[in-house]
């Protein structure tokens, strides 16, 4: 089987479905080609898994069933006292982990006997790609007893070679294949390696004697079968020397934490993390009176070494990672701090009420102009707000016309058994004579959460925007539907920064320095959370307002993105609500708060949550972009409901992930309603799924309704024309003196514009009434 083949065979989605059952418990499974072998974290209860090539499913499953056995068997601690640190821990480790091994292997085919038939073929697909370096060598009783150990659990129960054992050495065999607890396995480990160290200082003993007449008269009679041991008077500079090369070339992580890794986290290597950082722990160091000469690399580069066998197995596996360019990144959020996010309407009327209180004090002339500019904004809103009464009333009659639609289909009538007195006469030709009841299921009702583009590149369409969003939200008041209007921006408002008029005075800047020490977000895991961007929610509009809230609110928003639109009379209003950039993304993730809150606070079944944006966010930095040269591979994991998801290589990537996991999270419709102002749409002919047919459609499309829709991972995307204006009486700007024709002709004209600049409004009533 060629390695295309194999990589296709083994779906790694159903492994990490198979990892959650076995371990019974809902783990998190990465599949990462940046580390060496698979481990399980005990402490975020992440099993993470290599890229593997040439790997078959069997293989596949004995390892997963193997490491998920770890993390319901073996325990993050009770392993330290035998194992220590310095020289030898290794090679202790090694001893420990290969009867670890036996015994997590046998449970985890105790509590899944299917799992049997894995084991036995991925060992024979092993033993066949020689993993084990046994070709050509002949298995003797002279060959370590800790190494025959390991064969025979590995390849000897399954048949696969016939490894002997001594009549005393039987005794191992059978208490390494009935070890019940994990003391069970430190105190034969401990034994096993005991025994070893014997044997050694026996053949040392033996080695001395029969060279001790051709020892130079400085020796001391012994020598080492590894290595030269530094005499006392070396011992000071190349005995340090030593543990160091050591601590660095077998101890990669020598911080002395825990990192929540379990003692056999890297499943077959015989090295777990924590047992490398053991190494300063202080507990079994040769300062306790172990001088044993033995290190893990003793055994390396000797075949006839203790544990050989293990290593040769474990550099196998290792070899086994894919050798695939693609790096692969694990992403988490972070939780943001609402209260520093969002500023409520309330906050936003004192502001709107302190700038007042600033043009009082303006000279005469500043006051005059503020008026009028006021007075000029509140008559074009009231003007706007009647002519845009026969377009909310046609929205809420649709609206109650496909409710009373959805009514009667939920409608049920049932007879009672009660006889009508009053059609009881008809009972000779007709069996309608009993009184009946009428029963209603529960409709579903919906509120509205959206979200506006406050960025500067929104200012030639804002207005525009804010028509259109206007009739959504007068719309929702009349049909007495929950809502919440937010701006997103970069543009961050400071309470405590108002006093100040000098903007860019050192004191301005020192307040601020002291601000931004306040954190929008805290970090869950600092090694995988990403960093949003600083942003701001402001609640401009909600339904939670009074009638004269409203009203005001309605003013001040309509006043303030007249200016900012225009550039034209921006002084007059808080310079923390002009426009900034687009943090689209991080509004999205705290939707995933704002929206369950909404839901709860208004008792309703369906929350539509609205983005209205002319362009893209800029990134967190989950993925490496679309414009990037790198081959990756990037995944965001949620925290709380421990999904992970595939971040795609589409247009948006990070926004198409972050919607996706808005509807997982909180079950609400998404519609994306983009700005265009281009009089083409040619800017879309590289979108997901449009391609040189589609194109021309949706050209035909945008040219006669100037809206198109496309697939997203919102449920519903529209791209729109920016410069749409809402249109409501086409004949207001005729002479008096027009001629029949182009009376006609502007009716006709007048009234396809106004169906297509009500786009947004009609089809969110569409959506909202279903």
Same mark, same amino acid.
């Given at each position: 089987?060629?390695?295309?083949?194999?990589?296709?065979?083994?779906?790694?989605?159903?492994?990490?479905?198979?990892?959650?059952?076995?371990?019974?418990?809902?783990?998190?499974?990465?599949?990462?080609?940046?580390?060496?072998?698979?481990?399980?974290?005990?402490?975020?209860?992440?099993?993470?898994?290599?890229?593997?090539?040439?790997?078959?499913?069997?293989?596949?499953?004995?390892?997963?069933?193997?490491?998920?056995?770890?993390?319901?068997?073996?325990?993050?601690?009770?392993?330290?006292?035998?194992?220590?640190?310095?020289?030898?821990?290794?090679?202790?480790?090694?001893?420990?982990?290969?009867?670890?091994?036996?015994?997590?292997?046998?449970?985890?085919?105790?509590?899944?006997?299917?799992?049997?038939?894995?084991?036995?073929?991925?060992?024979?697909?092993?033993?066949?790609?020689?993993?084990?370096?046994?070709?050509?060598?002949?298995?003797?009783?002279?060959?370590?007893?800790?190494?025959?150990?390991?064969?025979?659990?590995?390849?000897?129960?399954?048949?696969?070679?016939n490894i002997p054992f001594a009549s005393e050495e039987k005794q191992y065999v059978t208490r390494m294949a009935n070890t019940e607890s994990f003391e069970d396995v430190v105190a034969l480990a401990k034994e096993l390696y005991e025994k070893h160290i014997d044997e050694l200082e026996d053949e040392e003993e033996q080695d001395g004697s029969q060279s001790q007449s051709g020892d130079s008269e400085e020796g001391?009679?012994?020598?080492?079968?590894?290595?030269?041991?530094?005499?006392?008077?070396?011992?000071?500079?190349?005995?340090?020397?030593?543990?160091?090369?050591?601590?660095?070339? =077998?101890?990669?992580?020598?911080?002395? %934490?825990?990192? /929540?890794?379990?003692?056999?986290? !890297?499943? +077959? $290597?015989? *090295?777990?993390?924590?047992?490398?950082?053991? =190494?300063?722990?202080?507990?079994?160091? %040769?300062?306790? /009176?172990?001088?044993?000469?033995? !290190?893990? +690399? $003793?055994? *390396?580069?000797?075949?006839?070494?203790?544990?050989?066998?293990?290593?040769?197995?474990?550099?196998?596996?290792?070899?086994?990672?894919?050798?695939?360019?693609? $790096?692969?990144?694990?992403?988490?959020?972070?939780?943001?701090?609402?209260?520093?996010?969002?500023?409520?309407?309330?906050?936003?009327?004192?502001?709107?009420?302190?700038?007042?209180?600033?043009?009082?004090?303006?000279?005469?002339?500043?006051?005059?102009?503020?008026?009028?500019?006021?007075?000029?904004?509140?008559?074009?809103?009231?003007?706007?707000?009647?002519?845009?009464?026969?377009?909310?009333?046609?929205?809420?009659?649709?609206?109650?016309?496909?409710?009373?639609?959805?009514?009667?289909?939920?409608?049920?009538?049932?007879?009672?058994?009660?006889?009508?007195?009053?059609?009881?006469?008809?009972?000779?030709?007709?069996?309608?004579?009993?009184?009946?009841?009428?029963?209603?299921?529960?409709?579903?009702?919906?509120?509205?959460?959206?979200?506006?583009?406050?960025?500067?590149?929104?200012?030639?369409?804002?207005?525009?925007?804010?028509?259109?969003?206007?009739?959504?939200t007068e719309f929702c008041n009349k049909a007495n539907v929950p809502f919440e209007v937010y701006a997103f921006s970069s543009n961050r408002y400071y309470p405590t920064l108002e006093k100040f008029t000098d903007r860019y005075s050192d004191e301005y800047r020192e307040a601020v320095a002291e601000i931004e020490k306040i954190e929008q977000f805290t970090y869950v895991n600092k090694e995988t959370d990403v960093?949003?961007?600083?942003?701001?929610?402001?609640?401009?509009?909600?339904?939670?307002?009074?009638?004269?809230?409203?009203?005001?609110?309605?003013?001040?928003?309509?006043?303030?993105?007249?200016?900012?639109?225009?550039?034209?009379?921006?002084?007059?209003?808080?310079?923390?609500?002009?426009?900034?950039?687009?943090?689209?993304?991080?509004?999205?993730?705290?939707?995933?708060?704002?929206?369950?809150?909404?839901?709860?606070?208004?008792?309703?079944?369906?929350?539509?949550?609205?983005?209205?944006?002319?362009?893209?966010?800029?990134?967190?930095?989950?993925?490496?972009?679309?414009?990037?040269?790198?081959?990756?591979?990037?995944?965001?994991?949620?925290?709380?409901?421990?999904?992970?998801?595939?971040?795609?290589?589409?247009?948006?990537?990070?926004?198409?992930?972050?919607?996706?996991?808005?509807?997982?999270?909180?079950?609400?419709?998404?519609?994306?309603?983009?700005?265009?102002?281009?009089?083409?749409?040619?800017?879309?002919?590289?979108?997901?799924?449009?391609?040189?047919?589609?194109?021309?459609?949706?050209?035909?499309?945008?040219?006669?309704?100037?809206?198109?829709?496309?697939?997203?991972?919102?449920?519903?995307?529209?791209?729109?024309?920016?410069?749409?204006?809402?249109?409501?009486?086409?004949?207001?700007?005729?002479?008096?003196?027009?001629?029949?024709?182009?009376?006609?002709?502007?009716?006709?004209?007048?009234?396809?514009?106004?169906?297509?600049?009500?786009?947004?409004?009609?089809?969110?009533?569409?959506?909202?009434?279903?």
């Amino acid at each position: 089987m060629n390695q295309k083949q194999t990589q296709k065979s083994v779906n790694k989605a159903t492994k990490d479905i198979l990892a959650r059952c076995m371990a019974t418990e809902d783990i998190i499974v990465e599949h990462r080609s940046d580390v060496p072998s698979a481990y399980f974290d005990t402490k975020n209860r992440v099993l993470c898994l290599p890229v593997w090539k040439d790997m078959d499913n069997s293989v596949y499953d004995m390892l997963v069933g193997h490491e998920v056995s770890h993390a319901l068997n073996t325990p993050c601690e009770g392993w330290q006292d035998f194992v220590g640190k310095g020289k030898g821990s290794g090679i202790r480790h090694m001893f420990l982990n290969i009867v670890e091994d036996a015994r997590i292997e046998r449970l985890i085919k105790d509590k899944f006997p299917g799992i049997r038939r894995d084991f036995a073929s991925a060992y024979r697909t092993l033993h066949a790609q020689d993993l084990f370096e046994l070709n050509g060598r002949t298995i003797a009783v002279t060959d370590e007893l800790i190494d025959r150990l390991n064969l025979h659990f590995k390849v000897g129960l399954f048949g696969l070679e016939n490894i002997p054992f001594a009549s005393e050495e039987k005794q191992y065999v059978t208490r390494m294949a009935n070890t019940e607890s994990f003391e069970d396995v430190v105190a034969l480990a401990k034994e096993l390696y005991e025994k070893h160290i014997d044997e050694l200082e026996d053949e040392e003993e033996q080695d001395g004697s029969q060279s001790q007449s051709g020892d130079s008269e400085e020796g001391d009679g012994q020598q080492n079968p590894f290595g030269d041991i530094p005499d006392d008077s070396e011992e000071s500079t190349d005995d340090s020397e030593s543990t160091s090369s050591a601590t660095d070339t =077998d101890d990669d992580d020598q911080s002395g %934490e825990d990192s /929540g890794q379990s003692q056999d986290d !890297d499943t +077959d $290597d015989g *090295e777990s993390a924590d047992s490398e950082k053991s =190494d300063e722990s202080g507990e079994g160091s %040769e300062s306790d /009176g172990d001088e044993s000469p033995l !290190d893990y +690399d $003793d055994y *390396e580069n000797d075949v006839n070494a203790a544990g050989s066998s293990q290593r040769a197995f474990e550099k196998a596996v290792e070899d086994m990672n894919s050798n695939e360019t693609t $790096d692969t990144t694990y992403h988490t959020l972070p939780n943001l701090n609402l209260s520093q996010i969002i500023v409520d309407h309330s906050v936003i009327s004192e502001i709107f009420s302190r700038q007042v209180s600033r043009v009082s004090e303006m000279d005469t002339h500043q006051q005059e102009r503020y008026a009028n500019m006021r007075i000029d904004s509140n008559t074009d809103l009231q003007q706007f707000l009647n002519k845009a009464k026969p377009t909310v009333n046609h929205m809420v009659q649709q609206f109650q016309m496909k409710q009373a639609a959805d009514a009667s289909r939920r409608t049920n009538i049932t007879k009672t058994g009660i006889l009508d007195t009053t059609n009881m006469i008809n009972y000779r030709w007709s069996e309608d004579i009993f009184l009946k009841n009428e029963s209603h299921t529960d409709g579903k009702n919906h509120g509205i959460v959206m979200f506006l583009d406050w960025s500067g590149s929104m200012s030639g369409i804002l207005q525009d925007t804010v028509e259109q969003l206007l009739i959504l939200t007068e719309f929702c008041n009349k049909a007495n539907v929950p809502f919440e209007v937010y701006a997103f921006s970069s543009n961050r408002y400071y309470p405590t920064l108002e006093k100040f008029t000098d903007r860019y005075s050192d004191e301005y800047r020192e307040a601020v320095a002291e601000i931004e020490k306040i954190e929008q977000f805290t970090y869950v895991n600092k090694e995988t959370d990403v960093t949003p961007h600083r942003f701001q929610l402001y609640n401009f509009l909600s339904s939670r307002m009074s009638t004269k809230e409203y009203k005001m609110a309605l003013q001040n928003f309509w006043g303030l993105s007249s200016a900012v639109s225009s550039y034209g009379s921006r002084s007059y209003y808080p310079n923390c609500l002009e426009l900034g950039c687009t943090p689209l993304n991080e509004a999205i993730v705290a939707s995933f708060d704002i929206v369950p809150e909404f839901q709860r606070r208004n008792g309703i079944q369906i929350v539509n949550t609205v983005f209205l944006t002319d362009g893209d966010g800029h990134g967190m930095g989950i993925g490496s972009g679309r414009w990037s040269s790198r081959r990756e591979q990037s995944y965001v994991r949620d925290h709380k409901t421990r999904k992970t998801y595939t971040v795609g290589s589409g247009r948006n990537p990070e926004t198409d992930v972050l919607l996706r996991m808005l509807k997982d999270k909180t079950g609400c419709n998404t519609i994306g309603i983009r700005l265009d102002a281009t009089k083409h749409i040619r800017n879309y002919r590289y979108a997901d799924g449009v391609d040189e047919t589609s194109l021309g459609d949706l050209a035909k499309h945008w040219k006669k309704h100037n809206f198109i829709t496309l697939p997203s991972a919102y449920d519903r995307y529209f791209i729109v024309q920016g410069s749409l204006k809402v249109e409501f009486d086409a004949l207001d700007n005729l002479d008096e003196d027009a001629s029949l024709a182009k009376i006609k002709n502007a009716f006709l004209k007048g009234n396809t514009s106004k169906k297509s600049s009500r786009v947004i409004a009609n089809q969110l009533v569409e959506i909202i009434a279903t």
